[in-house]
């Protein structure tokens, strides 16, 4: 009688793994098979995640510009020493948190109440979740297009609809005002991302038993505390750490930023993302660009550390 | 007592609200999109002259001509680039998490949390950091301006994210069947291919075109690694003709848009139906 796979099967066709079972090597084997299957997928990680994150850190010492085409040469701590005077960089950040809290804010509002809606409804109008679903798959550089069609200063909708109203300043340039140009970004990118929120939240409600409201239906509950005493008590932890891959995700965002503004008007949008990426392919300074990139990395460290954490507390309880 | 069952005061005025909030949010999400069609069929000519309604007036096709005549942009090219490297990832990286996931669920062997979390995390990393390095690998490799490039790129990229997903899938089969074709002296790869596989195809079709969906979309990595038209994908190809060839052409630009839009809806609509069960919960349990 064999064993249960995991307790150590050969796996090799029979007549080879009977001959292999006593063997040293049948032993090895038995140890390594499990393991093998991994190797592709560590394989891929490794060549585009891992190595270059290392080689990131050691190049973030170095003075390496565009003129340098051999590699650049060791400049110690110099490229780090910088950071803490460079105002774009700090402006970055702002950026980006700005960007990041404000979208996941909004959209993670307007989704679950989205969810709730619909999870309250009759199930008929569940052929609906697949619509509301569009706006999540479509390319950040699509919907950053229609922005750019949407807000232009002659003939988007926008303007002509406000002017048709005789609403504020006619021809407004709102993508290349800085003060109106974030608010432009977030609002697209909280049109592309309600469908995440609207997804996970809708899971998430249909996993909460149903004898529970009943229960409370019974007792003569009202919607609003079926809500507040059984709903978002459930759906607490998925909360946290739907915010917490949303808040990631955003901060990364890229497509729909550039393609809609492109970082301007004067840094107005620059998150450091964007910053990143003009520092080491539109200035070419790959050794400054790397120890913001370092930088990032430890503060984006902090975040997943944190939501292992969660999870794996999750998984416990 | 006011409080029959079903017939309360407020009954009327929250449906009444709740089917507000749902046409609210079927017009939020619809209208952009309906402007972008209603933009692909109206003349660059009545855009400019404010000569444009709700409706488009006389629809056209002109910009989806354009679009494909030589001498404007190659969206062709682009095209065929982000179908090639769609498809490619996909396949790549369903296989690759298939097997990992398999490993990952069915045997034991040491190290096997932390190499778990660890490619749980591989996904967290700004992937900005990581394009220097990746860009000098890319150029010592004869990898810029491919294909296979950016599928390898592409692959890493949803790779963790799909060993994650396809683990909670295959863990939700029971082991039992596996353990029946091991009686059998069904060796583990075969066990995998007649027994796990055929039960897990609603996992492996999801992970694929997420995977699909991650190479389709990305901007970020080919504007980096691609310089020339012939290895450009859409996300690129569009945001470079904004500046030149699409400058001021709107028409133009949403027809671009709806021609890159097309193949994401259709691969959500053949997955919506597992979607909601699978992924949510699988990704967010672990």
Redesign the interface.
């Known amino acids: 009688m064999?064993a249960?796979?995991?307790a150590g099967?050969a796996?090799?066709?029979?007549r080879l793994s009977r001959l292999a079972r006593a063997s040293l090597l049948g032993r090895w084997w038995r140890?390594v098979?499990?393991?093998?299957?991994?190797v592709?997928?560590?394989a891929?990680?490794s060549?585009?995640?891992?190595?270059?994150?290392l080689?990131?850190v050691y190049?973030s010492f170095f003075n390496w510009q565009i003129s340098d085409f051999q590699g650049g040469t060791f400049a110690g701590l110099k490229n780090f020493a910088k950071i803490p005077k460079d105002h774009l960089f700090i402006q970055a950040i702002g950026n980006t948190l700005v960007f990041a809290l404000s979208s996941v804010a909004i959209a993670f509002t307007l989704g679950l109440?989205?969810a709730l809606?619909?999870a309250?409804?009759p199930p008929r109008?569940e052929v609906?979740?697949?619509?509301?679903?569009?706006?999540?798959?479509?390319?950040?550089?699509?919907v950053?297009?229609?922005a750019?069609?949407?807000f232009?200063q002659?003939?988007g909708?926008l303007n002509?609809t406000l002017a048709k109203l005789h609403i504020g300043t006619p021809h407004f340039a709102w993508l290349s005002n800085a003060t109106t140009a974030m608010p432009s970004v977030v609002s697209m990118n909280v049109?592309a991302q309600?469908?995440f929120f609207l997804?996970?939240f809708?899971?998430?409600l249909?996993?909460i038993p149903h004898e529970l409201r009943e229960a409370m239906?019974i007792d003569?509950a009202?919607?609003l505390q079926e809500l507040r005493y059984l709903t978002l008590p459930y759906l607490r932890n998925?909360m946290v750490?739907?915010s917490l891959v949303a808040f990631?995700g955003n901060?990364?965002n890229?497509?729909l930023i550039?393609?809609m503004t492109q970082g301007g008007p004067a840094s107005a949008t620059t998150t450091?993302?964007v910053y990143?990426?003009q520092l080491?392919?539109q200035v070419f300074d790959?050794g400054y660009?790397?120890a913001l990139?370092?930088v990032?990395?430890l503060a984006?460290m902090v975040?997943?550390a944190l939501?292992?954490r969660l999870?794996r507390r999750?998984?416990l309880s | 007592m006011r409080?029959k069952?079903g017939r309360?005061w407020?009954e009327v005025p929250?449906s009444v609200a709740?089917?507000l909030?749902?046409a609210l949010?079927?017009v939020?999400?619809?209208f952009?999109?309906y402007?972008?069609l209603a933009?692909s069929v109206t003349s660059n000519f009545q855009?400019?002259d404010?000569n444009f309604t709700l409706w488009p007036q006389s629809p056209t096709f002109a910009n989806y001509t354009f679009l494909f005549e030589p001498g404007s942009l190659p969206l062709g090219t682009y095209l065929r680039n982000s179908i090639i490297t769609g498809l490619g990832t996909a396949i790549v990286t369903t296989?690759?998490?298939l097997?990992?996931a398999?490993?990952?669920s069915?045997?034991?062997?040491r190290f096997?949390n932390s190499?778990q979390?660890g490619?749980?995390?591989?996904q967290?990393?700004?992937?900005?950091?990581?394009?220097?390095?990746?860009?000098?690998?890319f150029a010592t490799a004869h990898l810029l301006n491919s294909n296979v490039g950016l599928i390898?790129?592409f692959?890493?990229?949803a790779?963790?994210i799909g060993?994650f997903f396809m683990k909670g899938f295959i863990d939700s089969i029971p082991?039992a069947l596996?353990?029946s074709a091991?009686?059998d002296?069904c060796?583990?790869?075969r066990?995998l291919w007649h027994i796990v596989l055929p039960l897990a195809w609603p996992g492996v079709i999801a992970v694929g075109i997420f995977a699909f969906?991650g190479a389709?979309?990305?901007?970020?990595f080919p504007?980096?690694m691609v310089s020339q038209d012939q290895a450009r994908t859409?996300?690129?190809g569009?945001?470079v003709s904004?500046q030149v060839e699409l400058r001021n052409n709107?028409g133009g630009?949403?027809a671009?848009?709806v021609v890159?839009?097309v193949p994401?809806?259709i691969?959500?609509?053949a997955v919506?139906r597992y979607?909601?069960?699978g992924?949510?919960?699988g990704a967010?349990?672990?």
């Open positions: 064999r249960h796979p995991a099967d796996s090799l066709p029979r140890k098979r499990g393991p093998l299957w991994l592709p997928a560590l891929l990680v060549f585009s995640v891992v190595y270059p994150l080689r990131s190049i109440a989205l809606v619909i309250s409804l109008f609906l979740r697949a619509i509301f679903l569009i706006p999540w798959v479509l390319p950040g550089a699509v950053g297009l229609f750019v069609f949407f232009d002659e003939v909708l002509l049109w309600i469908p997804l996970i809708t899971a998430a249909t996993a239906r003569g009202t919607p998925v750490i739907v990631i901060i990364n890229f497509g550039w393609t450091l993302a990143i990426y080491a392919f790959f660009s790397s990139g370092v990032w990395l984006v975040i997943a939501y292992i999870l999750d998984a | 409080r069952r309360v407020y929250l709740k089917y909030g749902l949010g079927l939020w999400t619809l952009p999109m402007w972008m933009g855009i400019f404010y296989a690759v998490s097997l990992a398999y490993s990952l069915r045997y034991r062997f096997k190499l979390l490619l749980l995390a591989a967290m990393f700004p992937l900005v950091v990581l394009l220097v390095p990746l860009y000098l690998v390898l790129a692959c890493s990229f790779v963790p060993v082991v596996d353990e091991w009686l002296g060796g583990g790869l066990t969906l389709w979309n990305d901007l970020l504007l980096v859409l996300p690129p569009l945001a904004i709107f630009m949403m671009a848009c890159a839009s994401p809806i691969a959500l609509m919506q979607i909601v069960g992924l949510a919960s967010l349990k672990g």
